[in-house]
């Protein structure tokens, strides 16, 4: 028994001088978000169901918009409930519509057609510059449910805030602040959208933007006609810019305001 348990005690000896087989590297773990329970945001019906559908066979499908999960959420949305009452009835025409502080909601097309560019994915994660009233907000939302909005214009921002509560978009967030800068804290982002002109691609927003992730924005002179750009990001960080159509959208304001308001005191320095 003796010579047993002396062989065992080798044994153990043995064991514990060995050093562990090495591993091999193992990936980084991905990104996972989890489906919200209440997402998507499920509506009663209404009376504007015919118009929605209306719009979408009219003035979408026939104009080149394709991607059903697009056309769903263009069926899905109730438009007429984020713009003013007295225009509500004109929400599902193919035309801009006042909402107050000199803002305006997109017309219909082009709200999805900036959504269809950026080939959105449930789960991919979204920042919106821009909130307006919160109805492209919402349209993003019924694609993916991590959508985050930012609006510079206090009251714009606090209506929107609460129609989006209203209507069941509890996973959409939504905060005041210049949307220059994007949104360090919760990036980087599969896709971004700026529903405002620009004089240029502010580079904050790229450098947010995810390898092979989406960024499209309206760049050109305030009140003028601006060039829609797609610009993406390749997975080695590679940028290109690609230019869609002429657009004309209201003017970003914030950060670019200033160095617009900078620039012309600087022209008309000079010119003395």
Not at 101 to 123: C, N, W, Y
Request: aromatic content about 6%; overall charge positive; some cysteine.
């Amino acid at each position: 028994m003796r010579w047993r348990a002396a062989f065992l005690f080798v044994l153990a000896a043995l064991a514990c001088g060995q050093e562990e087989p090495a591993r091999p590297p193992q990936p980084p773990p991905s990104e996972t978000r989890e489906r919200p329970a209440d997402w998507p945001p499920r509506h009663a019906a209404d009376a504007f169901g015919k118009n929605r559908d209306w719009m979408v066979r009219t003035q979408l499908i026939p104009r080149g918009i394709g991607d059903e999960a697009v056309l769903r959420a263009m069926r899905t949305v109730p438009r007429h409930s984020f713009v003013p009452s007295e225009v509500r009835r004109h929400a599902y025409e193919d035309r801009p519509l006042p909402i107050g502080h000199d803002q305006t909601i997109s017309q219909p097309f082009i709200v999805a057609s900036m959504t269809e560019e950026l080939r959105l994915k449930e789960g991919m994660k979204v920042l919106e510059i821009g909130t307006g009233s919160g109805y492209q907000a919402a349209v993003l939302a019924q694609i993916t449910p991590h959508v985050f909005t930012i609006e510079i214009r206090g009251p714009l921002c606090e209506t929107a805030k609460g129609t989006l509560k209203r209507l069941g978009y509890k996973t959409v967030e939504v905060r005041k602040g210049d949307g220059y800068y994007g949104w360090k804290e919760e990036a980087p982002f599969d896709a971004i959208m700026v529903t405002a002109a620009a004089p240029h691609v502010p580079p904050p927003l790229v450098e947010q933007l995810k390898p092979g992730g989406r960024l499209i924005l309206p760049v050109g002179p305030a009140f003028g006609t601006q060039d829609l750009r797609l610009i993406t990001k390749d997975e080695k960080g590679a940028v290109r810019s690609r230019s869609l159509y002429d657009v004309r959208f209201v003017p970003l304001t914030g950060t670019l305001g200033k160095e617009k308001k900078e620039g012309a005191k600087g022209e008309e320095k000079d010119a003395d």
